[in-house]
């Protein structure tokens, strides 16, 4: 049985597409992107996440670490990166969740048995599962085994995926999954680079493709103040959701938001915002309008 | 995501104070959600003056009452004496007729003026400086109405009251246990309540009921019948309560052709002719129109809560299905519009808004402090023949509960398979005004909590959920709260050998020293032991009042409108109704289970910590032991997170409770007691005198509420809390209750609201009884910020994004609470 890495599930998600769902957040990106809510969902790797808001100053993790990686300062537990090992005892030890690990691995009947909780919320709502991340495909023979368990099952499957994967794993998933949620950031491939490590040019050549076998496809786009959310990328992305092939894709506008913050600092890495905001209401309300106005389908966060 | 706040049936903290009219949100534009139009001036002004309107003690029903039973007291039966102070009380108060009004007559001489009702409770001069000073739910009354009070009620009914009556014959035991706060008793203050109506006061009028009770007046067989003389005596006294009711709305009618002489303003000359020929109509005849039929309900509402000080007021049931046909042939036959029928139901509404419930005094002050009455309106549900109940008048009703946004009455929505969606939506759009109204019930499970115990198909279904979430025959059974149970707090001397920590007395009974204790199952069968001692204590004292109550403050009137009474000669509180039930209301299923799941898991499975340890940390309220009690709140499987090791044990409490007090026989022929897992706001009381308990929550914080899980330990999203609760049974209670709080950004785009949706259907596909949604407003939202791990629940939910409020930063929460402040308006 496949096994993967975990660092996330959410029950009674609204967002992620049809009903309600549950969501499985896959670990490990390939892009890293500026604006990540996630970012402990960039790392494939288990990594520790400390809250010193949580923490209660009782060591009892210094006391499990073997390594004596942690220690007790002013501002809370200090890990020494250089001596830890992500095992975990310190997590297991900690008795506020103070210090936690990301990271879970988990089999695929372990999902299933998560997932099979929810029939009833499904089945009432029209929802099902979404595999986000992180990049799901990145782990492609675990998503794939969970994608066939859930389409044995009857369940609604959805995949999140920011689209910079290999060509032939992608329309292998996209044979076992009944929706997909395909992320785009910015048409400029230089820009896109900058923003996030990579090109854009396998992303758009693969939405191209995936679209051609007809597979159900929402373009989901955040919103960046000053980033993307100029009439020439939204221009652009309308013109590029036109010309996809199959039915006409509807986009998802996602407005930026800071809420991830803390996990910045849970995982001890620094962040700049930059000066990132949303739009104004106004000025969202103005693409949504442009969008649809061009004749997309568009609407706010969902 | 679980529980409690605002204004609503049963929420954990008392009702927020009604929003003043001021705060103009309440008037809303017209929308496309089809919610609207909006409140017309009459409204508004008689919205106003309810709500505005400051709630005093009127001693006038006292001081009728007094002088009455002064001159006759020992000349007559006392269902005839009660009967006789009713018509006294009818043909002498003091009418008010008030400007705007459509729907007339109040209890008081004024809106929210309370009569007292001494021959149950006799407040002292005392209880009276409390009421008039207190700084929540005050009653004002004025030094001279306390001086007459004093001098003219006070003395007479010393050592003549029922309480003074029950507690003068309580055991030992059972006043330990009832100091302890392991149970609360309803009946000490107030007579037993839960009155429903069903549907035959719109089909006959008490003329009717007079002959039917000439008849089974003259079929009495006094040679066999060994009661037939009792029973004459039951019957003549319902016979004078009916002529009790017909004189004060002939009074009203008479008042209203008064005034209609010396007023000016034509329109209101109608009105006022118009209300004259209503109140010469009901309710001694039937109602012919939809006008009719609403003051009909309240004319009877009134008498019943005239003649005595029912718990839990009274109740129309489904009021939408008894008006509908009325509605529907008017609205055919063009002589009554939708904007009139709105009216009318919103005068009726504010009618009950000025009707808070009597002030009561000592412990029960403390557990239900609020001036709720729990008049709760069911809407949409099934009828009588298993067909959808919902109609336009639901669907007027659902608009004015938005717009008139008042305390009282408290209202529900009854979503059963059948129920369209698009009425579902509806009800969803108005919860997520956050109003904490309506609550959600499901026909289809309580119906078969009615067949279980034995209830008629028809009647079953006829049936609803009344006061706060409790399952009854609407218009044929008495079913009685008797008191609730502090389940924690029998583990709480079960882990004390009987003794009450808190005040070192004797409370229980001896179950074993918890240290001798071998396993986990040794724990269990002390605190079970514990629970039959302490359920058998409360049943016998319940059934004593019982019989003081059948003996000394029987209720003619309300009598003649429930099914059976007439026909059997019998009276309300004396086995007259078809269905006699006795309800014991078990609370803090939450805090119990965890309790135990701590026990089960850290001290008898992986020994992370001994008893002794527990017992002393929990003994010293956790002092110098956080890292044991966060130990216990971060690794200890807790109710309601769809975890089979929790809800195992909240499913082995639940089925013991009910195997205690299911089918115990009450004193009335054929009558039981039965199960039922409300706590309304007593959990609140119930923790107030509780030491810290094994789950890690501190001495006298509030318990569990209804069976919601423990606050802030449910942390995996209100689906696995629905799938928790419905591994209990609910077919085998009388009514268990869910809150769940949601952010506003849970339910902000319509397509939230569907999924709301989907979640209620969700909950009741499973089995759920009740469902209540609070969505969260900025107070709670700073109540978080300041005890975190009370709100562990609050989810923040967004596009491939989630997270719980607690883990955000503070600026990051500081976004949502102005966010929340905004969206609740």
């Known amino acids: ?302 | 995501m679980v529980a409690r706040t605002t204004s609503s049936n049963c929420t954990e903290t008392p009702p927020r104070p009604e929003r003043q009219p001021g705060a103009e949100g309440n008037f809303y534009q017209p929308n496309s959600n089809r919610i609207g139009p909006g409140m017309n001036e009459r409204i508004q002004r008689l919205r106003k003056l309810s709500v505005e309107a400051e709630p005093t003690l009127s001693i006038e029903r006292a001081l009728v009452e007094t002088e009455f039973y002064k001159e006759n007291y020992g000349k007559h039966s006392i269902p005839v004496l009660r009967a006789l102070t009713f018509f006294e009380i009818c043909t002498k108060k003091v009418l008010y007729l008030g400007d705007d009004e459509l729907i007339v007559a109040e209890r008081g001489p004024a809106p929210k003026a309370v009569p007292t009702f001494p021959e149950l409770t006799c407040h002292s001069v005392e209880d009276f400086h409390v009421l008039n000073t207190r700084e929540k739910q005050r009653y004002k009354i004025s030094a001279e109405d306390i001086e007459i009070y004093a001098r003219e009620v006070i003395p007479y009914w010393q050592g003549k009251t029922q309480r003074e009556r029950i507690f003068s014959h309580v055991p030992e035991a059972w006043r330990a246990a009832y100091q302890a706060g392991l149970f609360t008793e309803f009946m000490e203050q107030r007579a037993p309540g839960h009155t429903c109506l069903d549907g035959k006061i719109y089909r006959k009028g008490l003329l009717d009921f007079k002959r039917e009770i000439a008849e089974h007046l003259a079929a009495l067989d006094y040679l066999n019948d060994p009661e037939a003389t009792d029973k004459a005596e039951q019957l003549k006294a319902m016979d004078i309560s009916c002529d009790a009711a017909i004189v004060f709305a002939e009074r009203h009618a008479d008042l209203a052709d008064e005034m209609a002489k010396h007023e000016s303003e034509p329109s209101r000359v109608e009105e006022l002719r118009r209300i004259a020929e209503v109140c010469r109509r009901v309710p001694a005849q039937a109602p012919r129109n939809f006008w009719e039929a609403i003051q009909m309900y309240w004319f009877v509402h009134l008498g019943t809560i005239t003649e005595l000080n029912g718990w839990d007021a009274m109740n129309p049931g489904h009021f939408d299905q008894h008006l509908a046909p009325f509605y529907e042939k008017e609205i055919a036959e063009g002589t009554l519009t939708r904007v009139q029928a709105k009216e009318l139901l919103s005068c009726f509404w504010i009618k009950v808004n000025n009707h808070p419930a009597p002030p009561k005094v000592g412990i029960t002050a403390r557990e239900s402090g609020t001036y709720n009455d729990f008049t709760n309106i069911n809407i949409g549900g099934i009828k009588a023949d298993g067909s959808d109940g919902v109609s336009e008048v639901s669907y007027i009703m659902l608009e004015l509960v938005q717009e008139l946004h008042i305390l009282q009455p408290g209202n529900s929505v009854h979503i059963s398979s059948r129920t369209p969606n698009h009425f579902l939506n509806t009800a969803c759009r108005v919860i997520r005004q956050g109003h904490g109204y309506p609550s959600i019930f499901n026909p289809d499970v309580y119906v078969l909590e009615m067949l279980r115990s034995g209830k008629s198909l028809e009647d079953a279904r006829e049936g609803g959920c009344s006061g706060c979430i409790e399952t009854g025959a609407f218009g044929k059974e008495a079913y009685l709260l008797t008191g609730y149970l502090n389940v924690p707090k029998i583990l709480e001397i079960t882990l004390n050998n009987g003794i009450d920590p808190v005040t070192g007395k004797v409370a229980g009974i001896e179950t074993g020293d918890p240290l001798e204790f071998k396993d986990f199952e040794a724990l269990y069968a002390a605190f079970h032991k514990q629970l039959a001692f302490v359920i058998d204590q409360k049943m016998q004292v319940s059934n004593y009042i019982d019989s003081m109550f059948a003996k000394y403050a029987p209720a003619p009137f309300l009598s003649v409108v429930i099914e059976d009474c007439i026909a059997r000669g019998k009276d309300y509180y004396n086995g007259g109704p078809r269905y006699n039930t006795n309800y014991i209301q078990c609370c803090g299923l939450g805090t119990v289970t965890d309790s135990l799941a701590t026990l089960k898991k850290h001290v008898f499975e992986d020994q992370t910590f001994d008893m002794n340890r527990i017992l002393r940390a929990v003994a010293s309220n956790f002092d110098g032991e956080e890292v044991l009690r966060q130990t216990i709140l971060n690794r200890t499987p807790f109710f309601g997170n769809d975890d089979d090791y929790a809800d195992t044990l909240a499913k082995r409490v639940y089925d013991d409770l009910f195997d205690l007090i299911d089918d115990k026989p009450n004193i009335k022929e054929g009558g039981k007691y039965h199960l039922n897992m409300l706590s309304t706001t007593c959990h609140i009381y119930f923790g107030k005198v509780m030491g810290a308990t094994p789950n890690g929550r501190f001495a006298g914080k509030s318990i569990s509420d209804g069976t919601s899980p423990s606050h802030g330990c449910d942390t995996h999203g209100p689906s696995a809390v629905i799938k928790s609760l419905t591994k209990i049974d609910h077919v085998k209670s009388g009514g268990t209750l869910l809150n769940q709080r949601f952010l506003p950004s849970l339910l902000k785009r319509d397509g939230d609201i569907a999924k709301l949706g989907s979640l209620i259907r969700s909950y009741f596909a499973l089995g759920g009884h009740h469902v209540q949604f609070n969505i969260v407003d900025t107070a709670t939202l700073l109540a978080a910020q300041k005890n975190p791990e009370n709100y562990k629940d609050l989810l923040v939910r967004m596009a491939g994004y989630s997270d719980y409020f607690n883990d955000m930063n503070e600026d990051l929460q500081q976004e949502v609470i102005d966010r929340t402040e905004n969206e609740s308006l």
């Open chain 1, 1 to 302: 049985m496949a096994t993967g890495v975990i660092f996330d599930i959410k029950r009674y998600a609204i967002n992620d597409g049809p009903g309600i769902r549950t969501t499985i957040f896959f670990k490990g990106c390939p892009l890293s992107c500026a604006w990540c809510h996630n970012p402990e969902g960039m790392s494939p790797k288990v990594e520790k996440m400390y809250s010193q808001v949580k923490c209660i100053g009782c060591q009892e993790c210094v006391q499990a670490c073997t390594r004596n990686a942690c220690t007790l300062t002013s501002e809370g537990i200090v890990t020494d990166k250089k001596l830890c090992v992500a095992c975990g005892e310190c997590a297991d030890a900690c008795p506020t969740t103070a210090t936690e690990m990301s990271g879970q691995t988990e089999t695929t009947d372990s999902i299933m048995k998560i997932l099979e909780k929810e029939t009833v919320f499904f089945d009432q709502s029209g929802g099902g599962v979404t595999f986000s991340g992180g990049e799901p495909l990145r782990q492609a023979k675990f998503l794939l085994e969970l994608l066939q368990a859930c389409g044995e099952r009857g369940i609604h499957r959805t995949v999140d995926t920011s689209g910079f994967v290999r060509l032939e794993t992608l329309l292998e998933v996209a044979r076992h999954t009944d929706h997909f949620l395909f992320d785009l950031k910015v048409m400029d491939p230089e820009k896109h680079k900058q923003l996030t490590g990579v090109s854009n040019k396998l992303i758009l050549q693969n939405l191209k493709l995936l679209a051609e076998t007809g597979a159900s496809i929402n373009l989901r786009l955040p919103l960046v103040e000053g980033v993307n959310d100029d009439d020439a990328n939204i221009d652009e992305v309308t013109a590029f959701a036109k010309s996809l092939p199959g039915e006409s894709k509807k986009v998802n506008l996602l407005p930026y938001h800071g809420v991830a913050v803390h996990k910045y600092e849970k995982l001890g890495k620094s962040y700049h915002s930059n000066g990132m905001a949303a739009p104004s209401e106004k000025r969202q309300t103005q693409i949504v309008e442009r969008l649809k106005a061009a004749g997309v389908d568009a609407v706010l966060n969902g």
